[in-house]
């Protein structure tokens, strides 16, 4: 059985300062899926966040689309291998020009900053000591 894959669908005011950004963070776009209305950004293999001009956005939603600097439309949660990941991406980010909501959560067996990307989405980076997963 194949895994299950998840495309987030994400407004962008410009798209190609969304590509931009992304890629200072290290990450790469499937040119398959990307023109000058929508970029698919590669998380994982079974991880991709669609990029799309609010244009092209609101030719699926049927709903007014968010103003993400004023209200919480969602937060994306990705896992990190190691507490210095979360830090070396957060930190991408903020160079990168996204901000910083909150401060770090520190629990000792789990450790997650977030930020909010040029567009105000909210992404957070967690790790999670795989010691207590287990159990």
């Known amino acids: 059985m194949s895994a299950t894959m998840i495309f987030v669908n994400l407004p962008v005011k410009d798209l190609d300062a969304a590509k931009a950004f ?10 398959q899926f990307t023109d000058e209305t929508a970029a698919s950004l590669v998380i994982s293999d079974t991880i991709f966040a ?9 030719e ?6 968010a103003d993400a600097s004023r209200t919480t439309e969602v937060m994306v949660a990705l896992s990190a291998e190691s507490r210095e990941k979360v830090d070396e991406v957060v930190e991408a980010a903020l160079a990168a020009g996204a901000t910083e909501p909150r401060p770090a959560m520190d629990m000792g067996f ?6 909010e990307d040029l567009d105000h989405h909210v992404w957070e980076y967690v790790w999670m000591d795989p010691a207590a997963i287990e159990g």
């Open 22 to 31: 992304w890629e200072k963070l290290g990450y790469s776009f499937n040119p």
């Open 50 to 58: 669609m990029l799309l001009t609010e244009e092209k956005f609101k």
């Open 60 to 65: 699926f939603a049927t709903k007014p689309v």
């Open 110 to 115: 789990m450790y997650g900053r977030s930020f």
